[in-house]
């Protein structure tokens, strides 16, 4: 477990979620070898019997599909609500 700690390298300020996530990053991407799309908008997971298979992606204003080979993750970042809508 040791070779996980969350450890800053001397001379760097990355503290906090900032080194969480590129433990993770690192984790999967490196490690793991998993494909990680960045600045995708998803616009629909495509199913079966209830079974997620995949899902429809938007990259720089091209809609392609991605197909999961054990899962799907679905993470999400920058949610912009209007004020209105939140009251």
């Not at 969350?6 to 760097?12: E, H, N, S, V």
Request: hydrophobic letters at 40%; charged letters at 35%.
């Amino acid at each position: 477990i040791d070779k996980w700690r969350f450890r800053t390298p001397k001379g760097q300020k990355t503290r906090g979620g900032d080194m969480l996530f590129n433990n993770y990053r690192y984790a999967v991407e490196t490690v793991r070898k998993i494909p990680v799309v960045y600045n995708a908008r998803g616009l629909e997971l495509i199913t079966r019997n209830d079974e997620v298979l995949g899902a429809w992606i938007e990259i720089d204003g091209k809609k392609e599909a991605v197909k999961a080979k054990k899962a799907v993750v679905l993470a999400t970042g920058g949610l912009r609500i209007r004020r209105q809508d939140a009251l």
